[in-house]
């Protein structure tokens, strides 16, 4: 299927035969020692523990005078050096996971890997029809030019993504990058997306989170469940976003040469926090950021949404206990995503997409509200915020957080995606190519309302 796309729809035929193909595999580096350090130290320290626990279950005499002084500290203070690790390794890890079903359920409902067989049939039966769905609609993704790659990360495990390249567009040349949602896989979206971005001149990159599809951690000794419950145990699942998000970035940027100047990264949702804190962690990269529809701090959408996840009211004493608990385990869990501080450290091109009629992530908590409050502490409105903004238009009985931009809306978006990258050159006037991009929008639009 793959190698029939790359022959028959694939851009690349459209292009010069002085620009090279396209690299489909790439092996990530680490961000920084700090990131690889902690790869190897939370293992080490569950060795340790568990080493503890088997010593001081099965050896229960006490150390003797004679004994070896690193022998009677240990035996001393058992409980320090081995019950407290323990229970903090434990619940840390246990909430972390348990929080992970609801913020990040994508690689549940998406999930190809070995935990299959240990699902409730109920739960099989619906990743299996999604799974379906998602197999049919890949070939549509190749049919639009869609190339796949493997993107390994520096802990092992392999991204799955894919790859458009823009009309006339080198491989270094503008690109975008899209962050998914919580509950999105690349093979839902629908083509017309990647199509817009081709037909701008925009190369387009998005892919699956870790566990989403064929996104998914390399077997050990032979066993894909023990490679996946390995690589779990090393990176924790909000740890693995930022360094999934890493991989794709450095794949931009060194493996496709594309210049920081030129490359934008779109977040939607929960992708709009990752992508914020990746470019917050590496503030020299300067890559430009579009944060849609995002939070300002994933806690405070976890506790305001809580009762309702379980289907209890709000005002009620249950609803405050869950929304006292959430605030507890978000907490203890470090699941925290805090874009309003992550967002002043990201210091290349910038802007922020919200909507006030948004019913997953309501405005109150979302970084536009957040960036609004920061103006008023300065005695400055609204209107006077210094951050490019992009409102998004407030639809009645429709889902205005998941919903695709409305025309008016994505020739706003691709505006502001072209004066990030540069698309329209350094001092040029940007009316002229807008009105080329518009004029190829509509056509495009008015050819997929035709089915052509």
């Known amino acids: 299927e793959e190698g029939r796309s790359l022959l028959s729809s694939c851009s690349d035929h459209a292009l010069s035969a002085a620009i090279p193909p396209l690299p489909r595999v790439f092996q990530?580096?680490?961000?920084?020692?700090?990131?690889?350090?902690m790869f190897t130290i939370r293992p080490a320290?569950?060795?340790?523990?568990l080493l503890g626990v088997l010593i001081t279950c099965f050896l229960t005499s006490e150390a003797g005078d004679k004994d070896h002084f690193l022998w009677r500290l240990f035996r001393n203070n058992t409980f320090l050096f081995v019950w407290v690790p323990f229970w903090y390794r434990f619940c840390r890890g246990f909430i972390h996971f348990l929080l992970s079903l609801a913020i990040l359920p994508g690689p549940v409902i998406y999930h190809e890997?070995?935990?299959l067989e240990y699902y409730p049939k109920w739960v099989v039966d619906m990743i299996q029809e999604s799974n379906m769905m998602r197999q049919q609609n890949r070939p549509r993704l190749a049919a639009a030019g869609g190339i796949t790659v493997q993107l390994t990360a520096p802990d092992g495990c392999v991204i799955d993504a894919m790859y458009f390249r823009g009309l006339n567009a080198a491989l270094d040349g503008p690109t975008v990058i899209r962050f998914n949602g919580n509950a999105e896989a690349i093979e839902l979206q629908d083509d017309l997306l990647p199509r817009i971005y081709s037909t701008s001149g925009i190369n387009f990159l998005m892919f699956n989170y870790r566990g989403v599809g064929r996104s998914r951690f390399l077997p050990v000794w032979n066993s894909p469940l023990l490679g996946h419950l390995l690589g779990l145990n090393r990176t924790p699942t909000k740890r693995g976003l930022v360094?999934?998000?890493?991989?794709?970035?450095?794949?931009?940027l060194k493996e496709l040469r594309v210049p920081c100047s030129k490359l934008v990264l779109v977040g939607h949702s929960i992708g709009g926090a990752v992508s914020t804190e990746m470019a917050a962690h590496h503030p020299h990269l300067k890559v430009s950021v579009c944060n849609s529809r995002s939070f300002a701090r994933l806690s405070s959408v976890v506790v305001l949404l809580a009762p309702s996840f379980l289907g209890v009211p709000a005002a009620s004493r249950k609803g405050r206990a869950l929304r006292v608990l959430a605030r507890v385990c978000m907490a203890v869990s470090g699941w925290e995503f805090?874009?309003?501080?992550?967002?002043?450290?990201?210091?290349?091109?910038?802007?922020?997409e919200f909507s006030r009629a948004d019913h997953i992530i309501p405005h109150e908590t979302s970084l536009h509200h957040a960036l609004v409050e920061q103006e008023k502490q300065h005695g400055r409105s609204e209107s006077e915020l210094r951050d490019r903004v992009l409102p998004l238009l407030n639809l009645s009985g429709i889902d205005n957080h998941n919903r695709m931009w409305l025309d008016t809306e994505m020739v706003q978006h691709l505006d502001l995606v072209a004066e990030a990258a540069g698309l329209d050159g350094t001092g040029s006037s940007v009316e002229p190519s807008r009105r080329l991009r518009e004029k190829g929008l509509y056509e495009l639009l008015d050819r997929a309302c035709r089915g052509i």
């Open 45 to 49: 320290v569950d060795v340790w523990v």
């Open 338 to 352: 805090d874009s309003e501080r992550n967002w002043g450290g990201v210091h290349g091109f910038k802007w922020v």
């Open 28 to 37: 990530a580096s680490w961000p920084s020692t700090l990131s690889r350090l």
């Open 243 to 252: 360094l999934d998000a890493w991989t794709v970035t450095e794949y931009a």
């Open 113 to 115: 890997g070995p935990l």
